[in-house]
């Protein structure tokens, strides 16, 4: 009886850890991209509470002319747009990349409602640099990001000026 009592108590501890787990990293870590942002409210200007959650991904090419990006993000509702911004931590920044919608924001939304998942993927050249980096070259961006200073920015149609945001670092 002491054994089955013991083995249904380690299973029970191995079955709530993966739930755990599953809880706290529910977005896998990509170990392809050399830049990493964890999204979330508390880091917007002013901070936010919100459920949503996300990640983005940013890998810079060998010979730096280009930087592939993928933007997850969960439990978020009417997306307006995604963008990157320079600026330090805890600053407000100026807008230096459209992510999604690669342009501008159309109207009516690309995503009603709620949305969970990729939500921007592509590649960034130096003709999509926006704001204070346009017409510089690409390196300047991958300048910045390495002085971290820039972080990308979730805005929705009920926190348009940032639901989400998040540094971008070195992926560990």
């Given at each position: 009886m002491k054994t089955y009592t013991f083995l249904l108590l380690v299973l029970s501890?191995?079955?709530?850890?993966?739930?755990?787990?599953?809880?706290i990293e529910p977005i896998p870590i990509s170990q392809n991209y050399q830049y990493m942002a964890i999204l979330s409210g508390?880091?917007?200007i002013p901070p936010?509470?919100?459920?949503?959650?996300?990640?983005?991904?940013?890998?810079?090419?060998?010979?730096?002319?280009?930087i592939t990006y993928q933007?997850?993000?969960?439990n978020i509702y009417d997306v307006l747009m995604v963008t990157l911004r320079?600026?330090?931590?805890?600053?407000?920044?100026?807008?230096?990349v459209w992510l999604f919608p690669e342009n501008p924001p159309p109207t009516p939304l690309k995503y009603?409602?709620?949305f969970e998942g990729v939500l921007a993927e592509g590649i960034i050249t130096e003709d999509r640099l926006a704001g204070r980096l346009k017409g510089f070259p690409?390196?300047?961006?991958?300048?910045e990001i390495e002085n971290g200073r820039v972080f990308v920015q979730v805005?929705?149609?009920?926190h348009q000026i940032g639901e989400l945001r998040g540094q971008l670092l070195p992926n560990p």
């Open positions: 501890l191995i079955f709530l850890g993966t739930l755990t787990t599953l809880a508390d880091e917007a936010q509470n919100t459920g949503a959650f996300g990640k983005a991904y940013f890998s810079i090419s060998q010979d730096m002319d280009q933007v997850e993000v969960y320079l600026g330090s931590p805890g600053k407000e920044g100026s807008l230096i009603k409602g709620l690409l390196f300047s961006l991958v300048q805005d929705t149609l009920l």
